[in-house]
């Protein structure tokens, strides 16, 4: 018998949004309610790290998450590995000196390089690295947009993970999420420059899970409805000719004007949500200040479902950035204490 292990490594990048994706039309397919766009960061800073391998030698599917068992009988890894396996078998069926790779146990091993308690989003890295890893493994013939319709069904960010550079995901419209995927707006060369800092609350505790916190915006938020019908389409629209015209000012409005509809949708819910925290808007208030200091717009804050921020600013203006934000949270209390600077300089994967 082939007791052969086979394997294939490879590794995902974090992304942060600019236009966030928050709410889903199909929660089991996680279809989302619009469309979003994303900066993807570096693998030398934020990545994760998957090797995928199987054998008839193994005794069931295992996840080793940081060195720890972890558990993949979730419904999302599930429908993740039922997608890799049937295009898998349906190489197999085609031809008959195929390994039958299909019917193997699979054995997963991811480790980010960043530490997964500092509240970070790890989400979408870590499907996307098991999505490529696996479709290595069985060598599937396949983009990085068709694997984004797998990687979505794992964590909808994730879908944006597979590409470099800036990113959108397009909601579509078919009920079976065929149109629901991720494509390349421009590639990281085409504007090289641009820089995330990164800025962790790490006394951050996880609240509400952004599946929950989706659940109940769609549910009972009004201003929900007026965000998808209106501001998002419009945002994704200026978005995406700010980052073609390379506009950082337009860029950091819609980055900042997004991140404040999505976190006053959240605040709109009943009862409301609050991801950000006093400490998250004393960094509102100093990327106003650097700013209004600066004369012009070097920097730009956004929050996902937590307190931490993720400041964009253009290498260029990296003393101003770095100069000022730092002496101007020393003098905030929570960033003092309760936070830490995480990543000064984040570049674009390519
Ligand atoms: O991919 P999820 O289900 O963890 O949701 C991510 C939601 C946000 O990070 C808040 C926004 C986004 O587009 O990444």
Redesign the pocket.
Known sequence: ADTKVYRASTTAPVNI?VV???GKRDPKLNLPTNS?L?VTLSQDDLRTLTTASCSSAYKEDTLLLNGSPSDLTGARTQACLRELRSRRAALESNDASLPKLSTMPLLLVSENNFPTAAGL?S??AGFAALVRATADLYELPASPTELSLIARQG????CRSLFGGYVAWRHGSQADGLDSKAVEVAPASHWPTMRALILVVSAAKKGVS??SGMQQTVATSGLFKQRIADVVPANMETMEAAIAAKDFAKFAEVTMRDSNS?HATCADTYPPIFYMNDVSRAAVRAVEAINAAAGRTVAAYTF??GPNAVIYYLEEDKETILGTFYPLLQDTDGWKDGAKVFKTSVELDE
Not at 155 to 158: D, I, K, M, V, W
């Open positions: 949004a966030k994706y928050w979003s994303s989003a989400s979408a964590s909808g960010s994730a952004s599946t999505f996902d479902a």
